[in-house]
């Protein structure tokens, strides 16, 4: 299984894709917390730097006219430079087409206009033309289903333009987040805008008024007071009213307001002003404001009569918590897209060395096959095979040809996570979860969402783990350590093993439950000395790419070379036939690949010397015989087929001592 020679377009879209995930992360992270004040300036700045980013001449974000039926409003503009579109409030009637697909929440592609639209959008052709608009990308604003408010446009005047799709899911990400802090800021003044009139009303109507005279042992209760609690026609008698009151109050604010009650009659206050939930027997939990005062109070100073109003909050509440859940959704937003970003940041150089699958064995056609089964689905997949078989460029297979492919699959190596440290990686951590803790961390899972995850070496899980893998396997779901809150994820798992799992599991070493949840769909990957016929389509591969890295033209493997690598047992498989070749290509001159360490590899004979030893005795061999010269025309550099650099970088790494050049002459 070869490697990829040098960057190609998938890494280039990958780098891209890591530019556009930091702006959106950054983008995502402002909007947090941000004053409703705040929001339009932000969202203009935004626009302006995904236009820049994206080579967009003509970015809008327009919204419904409150004051003028179908009429569009252009609330947030950015042009590259001024030129003629105009900026004024347009109707829907200039755009019919457009404007009735974004109604039907689809997102409308033209990479080329006019003659994208369809034909029977005659006025949106003469509009667009009039406009001079090449393409455009029009995106609904629209969040929980609810009918789109506005629509993120995109538009070129230069040049014509294409929009992938992959582009397309990323701009979608943005409108969203538009969306949310419109929803955000729109909330907030409804919000605003309710608290005033609900303050005006406090002098106005709409209060529930209450007096009670304890000498007495009487309560009046006005029809509102009634209403807002629910008290029954047939309780209306003596202290009733205020006995229904107390039975109904929610059992978590109960001691608050009697603490803040016994302090209004004991003389602690003249007055007091109490937020707190109330149970209505009908329309369940309300919130409430209660305004209290002393109306008179007997010689010791106790209150004998208070009075009161009562007001209705529960809308503006609920409001409030709504925001509370739009903040906390931005923040989990953010999180994610901050770990995506870091993900894809450390993954660019893996990219840029995948490989494919190379062979033409039956035995690699037999696991082509398999992949092409499986790869639509979304099937658990074992894939079983020895070290260096290339089991991770399987599930890089599986995936590319899955509906997942367009989003990056999450490789996790089991083996190499530390064992305290396995369940924090895998499903995330709280700040303080544990000693040492010192920040929120996303979990692998919760990066994974949407995508596939590559669980390698899964056998060397601990059983602890294994019970949380399991749960995620069966119900998508999951807690951060230290978090209560339960996380669904819908990922699909591929794992991989070099190890017998089913005697882990005799042994006590791996739940057979879970080995059953993995093992749907079984892949085995067979060793190198199974598939001996791919080996010269492998050599190939493998010279072609470390030539080009090295700057040589191999361009000949003699026969008897071939037959010996095709002789070797490769008990390193595929992973150690690559380290041999690249090994060979270092010290091959010439454009004979020359394979020292293989010369003599006959049918059961011993693995090969350790490929850094032979290298070593092959370079100091070569110094010897140009007297430690490296650089110039009959250096050791020269000799072996390497730059001066070069060498001196094997030596250094072999350990390889610098000797100064020993200069004789006439005495």
Not at 13 to 41: G, H, K
Not at 191 to 215: C, I, M, P
Not at 430 to 458: C, M, W
Not at 659 to 667: D, E, H, L, M, V
Request: aromatic share 6%; charged share 25%; with cysteine.
């Amino acid at each position: 299984m070869s490697a990829a020679d040098s960057p190609t377009p998938a890494a280039n879209d990958t780098v891209e894709q890591l530019e556009f995930e930091r702006l959106l992360s950054e983008i995502s992270s402002r909007f947090v917390n941000q004053a409703p004040a705040d929001v339009d300036r932000e969202i203009e700045d935004a626009l302006r730097r995904v236009c820049e980013l994206l080579d967009i001449d003509f970015g809008l974000l327009w919204q419904w006219s409150s004051a003028v039926p179908r009429m569009i409003v252009p609330t947030h503009v950015y042009l590259r430079q001024e030129g003629p579109p105009p900026l004024e409030p347009v109707s829907q009637a200039q755009f019919p087409w457009v404007v009735e697909e974004m109604l039907a929440g689809r997102v409308v592609v033209l990479p080329a206009l006019p003659d994208a639209l369809p034909a029977e959008a005659i006025t949106d052709r003469a509009n667009a033309r009039l406009l001079g608009l090449r393409s455009n990308l029009t995106i609904p604003l629209s969040a929980g289903g609810l009918p789109p408010v506005g629509a993120l446009a995109l538009n070129t005047l230069r040049t014509e333009r294409d929009w992938p799709d992959e582009l397309v899911r990323r701009l979608r990400l943005v409108a969203e987040v538009f969306t949310n802090a419109l929803a955000r800021k729109r909330a907030d003044e409804a919000l605003r805008t309710s608290e005033a009139r609900y303050a005006a009303a406090a002098d106005l109507d709409g209060l529930g008024y209450y007096e009670v005279d304890f000498n007495g042992g009487s309560a009046f209760v006005d029809d509102r007071f009634r209403d807002l609690c629910g008290v029954p026609a047939d309780r209306l008698q003596g202290l009733q009213p205020l006995e229904f009151w107390l039975e109904h109050l929610h059992p978590d604010d109960r001691p608050r307001v009697l603490e803040r009650r016994r302090e209004l009659h004991d003389g602690s206050l003249d007055r007091f002003a109490i937020e707190y939930r109330f149970l209505h027997p009908v329309d369940g939990e309300k919130w409430f404001v209660h305004t209290a005062r002393v109306a008179r109070r007997n010689a010791s100073g106790r209150a004998v009569a208070t009075y009161g109003v009562l007001r209705d909050i529960t809308a503006g509440k609920r409001a409030e918590e709504a925001l509370r859940q739009s903040y906390g959704e931005i923040e989990r937003l953010k999180d994610r897209l901050q770990a995506e970003s870091d993900y894809l940041k450390a993954e660019i150089g893996a990219v840029l060395d995948q490989g494919e699958i190379t062979g033409e064995s039956a035995a690699i056609k037999e696991v082509l096959r398999l992949v092409g089964q499986v790869a639509p689905t979304d099937s658990s997949v074992l894939i079983r095979g020895e070290t260096g078989t290339g089991k991770e460029l399987v599930a890089q297979a599986i995936h590319r040809q899955g509906p997942r492919a367009g989003h990056v699959m999450v490789k996790v190596n089991c083996a190499a996570l530390p064992s305290g440290l396995v369940e924090s990686e895998l499903f995330g951590r709280e700040k303080g979860a544990y000693t040492g803790a010192l920040s929120r961390q996303v979990g692998r899972f919760e990066v994974a969402n949407g995508s596939t995850i590559f669980l390698d070496e899964i056998g060397e899980l601990p059983l602890d783990v294994q019970v949380k893998l399991l749960r995620v396997l069966q119900d998508g779901e999951f807690e951060r350590l230290g978090s209560p809150r339960t996380i669904k994820v819908n990922v699909r798992v591929i794992a991989a093993t070099n190890r017998d799992l089913t005697d882990d599991i005799r042994r006590g070493r791996f739940r057979e439950d879970l080995y059953y949840r993995l093992n749907v769909f079984p892949i085995r990957v067979p060793p190198l000395r199974e598939r001996v016929g791919d080996i010269p389509l492998l050599v190939w591969a493998f010279i072609e790419d470390f030539s080009s890295r090295m700057g040589k033209k191999i361009s000949q493997v003699p026969r008897t070379t071939m037959a010996a690598l095709q002789r070797h047992p490769w008990p390193g498989n595929v992973r150690e036939l690559r380290n041999v070749i690249e090994h060979a290509t270092i010290i091959t001159a010439g454009t004979t690949l020359k394979v020292p360490m293989l010369g003599e590899a006959r049918p059961g004979a011993s693995s090969s010397p350790l490929m850094a030893d032979v290298e070593r005795e092959h370079i100091l061999r070569t110094l010897e015989l140009t007297g430690w010269q490296i650089k110039g025309p009959t250096g050791a550099a020269a000799a072996l087929g390497l730059k001066p650099s070069t060498l001196r970088s094997r030596m250094k790494k072999l350990c390889i001592p610098f000797r100064s050049q020993t200069i004789t002459g006439p005495a």
